[in-house]
């Protein structure tokens, strides 16, 4: 099968999908996210369970995410570069962290439950609820998180040797 033909039978899945599921996000905001479409694309196949392909992708996602945050607060001692990232934020900052961690292993568990109960309305809800997570809270906390980093690893080796000593 083409991509092409993919596409088109993941557009017409979708739509039966919201439907049954009775969610509000659309295709193109879980894509612009979660990269539903490249994933599918990778898989070869849209999933006669395409809420579950979908949910898996959001979740794989946030624990991606929720690894790196891990390495921030519990840096890995033989990583040089856990080490050094980790020393950028002080305790109120790693709070911040933790706290972001407990949502998205939140929304981990409950995509696991689901998977158990196979509840519709729990899934229409929880596919919402990821959407919304990111958009009002976790792209702004994590962009912070980044531009923090990214400006330590920007600032000459020298600079950062004085600031240690």
Not at 96 to 125: A, P, Q, V
Request: aromatic fraction near 12%.
């Amino acid at each position: 099968m083409e991509n092409k033909e993919i596409l088109e039978e993941l557009e017409e899945k979708f739509k039966k999908m919201k439907l049954e599921l009775k969610f509000k996000s659309e295709l193109e905001d879980i894509d612009k996210i979660f990269f539903i479409k490249d994933s599918i694309l990778k898989d070869g196949f849209v999933s006669e369970k395409l809420s579950r392909q979908i949910c898996y992708r959001i979740v794989e996602n946030y624990v991606g995410w929720n690894d790196y945050l891990h390495s921030l607060i519990m840096p890995n001692p033989q990583n040089m570069f856990n080490m050094g990232e980790s020393k950028i934020f002080n305790q109120e900052e790693k709070k911040e962290i933790i706290e972001i961690m407990k949502k998205i292993m939140e929304i981990s568990s409950r995509n696991n439950l689901i998977g158990l109960t196979k509840d519709h309305k729990m899934e229409g809800e929880f596919i919402d609820y990821a959407i919304n997570f990111w958009k009002e809270e976790f792209e702004k906390k994590i962009t912070k998180i980044l531009r923090k980093i990214n400006t330590e690893w920007s600032k000459p080796w020298w600079k950062q040797l004085r600031e240690e000593e």
